[in-house]
């Protein structure tokens, strides 16, 4: 059900946006800035980078306490390959669609890359160790503006399924 809330919630929320706020059209949205080969490509390769940096991080030893705590709440579903494939997907899509098409033409990369990051709960003041992990996060949300803006908004969505999907197999079925 969550999966489904951010895709078509955030999704449309962020095409409203486009649609209303800016000058460009919903075609030229999914058309991007380069050919479709090349989107898939930077944004695979941006997405498994952005994974193993997050998952050094995770798997560090400063980090124990928070990745018990992820583990325990993440692994309060019973997770599938198909169920990682999906939520990730929704993430991907809804989220970037929200973010990076909606937001990021307003706001500006940096804006939106920190307030993706405060609303996910990774700057915490009064919990460095999440804060070093959201600093890190601001960076690879960050890319996935650039994504945007260079190649087109299917890129930052793959690299956001990408990332989502590693991250949440690693957690969840290898039980890192």
Known sequence: ???????????????????????????????????????????????????????????????RIEKQKYNALI?????????IVFISMCAGVGEELLFRA????????WVTAVLFVLIHGYLNPWNWRISVYGFVMIFFIAVLGILFEKYGILSAIIAHSVFDAILLYWIAIKKS
């Open 1 to 63: 059900m969550l999966g489904w809330i951010t895709l078509l919630g955030f999704g449309l929320a962020g095409l409203s946006l486009v649609y209303f706020f800016q000058e460009i059209t919903l075609m030229e949205l999914f058309e991007g800035h380069r050919s479709l080969f090349v989107q898939l490509i930077s944004g695979l390769v941006s997405g498994i980078i952005g994974a193993f940096i997050a998952l050094k991080i995770i798997n560090a030893p400063f980090f």
């Open 75 to 83: 692994n309060t579903w019973p997770w599938t390959i198909k169920g």
């Open 102 to 109: 909606g937001i990021q033409p307003l706001l500006g990369l």
